[in-house]
């Protein structure tokens, strides 16, 4: 091999570690901001009942039971975990208002999934997670928001992200009321199936989510039918 081919190889090896490096460092870049808006919804009291970490981890056992491709998983994770943090632009007196909501003060809590896709969109590599947020409160017969999306036309995470949040939602207790027990959070998800939810995203969850809850009662040392 001439000198200067030889060059050329150690200069382009060079340039592939330079690249991968820079790849590595923008990866570590975007999990800590992913990190730090996590605990943004935290400190605003944003998330819901359980740790959003297992919102995740239910997202990401659905989404691998529905064969969403692994090297999807990451943008699954962040929408399951950020989807609400749009929440940071409604008045806290409206998102922690107690009594009903006047028209208004629901159109712009129903702002919410935009003002998460404006936010996630401006992360890097994001684009996917971002979609899905915008598109969280879609639901299945159209009747969802922002976009009115019916059926497959909403993105599978989405329709997965809309699932476990509102059975975290209904199961999470709050100052102002006690969270349902599992089994009528269940009862709820199958009765609103085609219509609000995915029948096949809630048939896939419900297992997870009893085997989430007869662990927990496991380590606890009590029996499931305690909590009914
Ligand atoms: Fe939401």
């Known amino acids: ?72 998983m990451y943008q699954v994770e962040v929408a399951a975990l950020l ?5 940071v632009g409604v008045p806290d007196a409206i998102l922690k208002k107690q009594g009903p909501l006047t028209s208004e003060e629901r159109a712009l809590i129903n702002r919410h999934p935009e003002y998460s896709w404006s936010i996630l969109r ?46 975290d939602a209904m199961i999470s207790n709050r100052c102002y009321r006690k969270g349902l027990p599992h089994t009528e959070a269940v009862h709820r ?8 939810f995915d029948i096949e995203v809630v048939h896939t969850f419900i297992p997870i989510a009893e085997q989430e809850r007869a662990d927990v009662f496991a380590a606890a040392g009590t029996s499931t039918s305690a909590a009914l």
């Open 122 to 167: 401006l992360f890097p590599d994001l684009e996917g997670a971002s979609l899905y947020a915008l598109h969280h409160h879609e639901n299945i017969d159209g009747t969802g928001y922002p976009a009115g999306l019916k059926g497959n036309d909403i993105p599978l995470v989405s329709r997965i992200v809309s699932v476990i949040d509102a059975y």
């Open 83 to 87: 989807h609400d943090v749009g929440k």
């Open 1 to 72: 091999m001439s000198a200067s081919l030889s060059t050329v190889f150690a200069d382009s090896g060079l340039l592939l570690f330079r690249v991968k490096e820079l790849e590595e460092q923008q990866s570590v870049f975007r999990n800590s901001l992913v990190c730090a808006f996590n605990q943004l919804l935290d400190l605003k009291d944003i998330s819901t009942g359980v740790h959003s970490t297992r919102l995740a981890e239910w997202a990401i056992r659905v989404a691998r039971k529905l064969n969403i491709p692994e090297e999807d």
């Open 189 to 196: 998800l199958l009765e609103s199936s085609g219509s609000q």
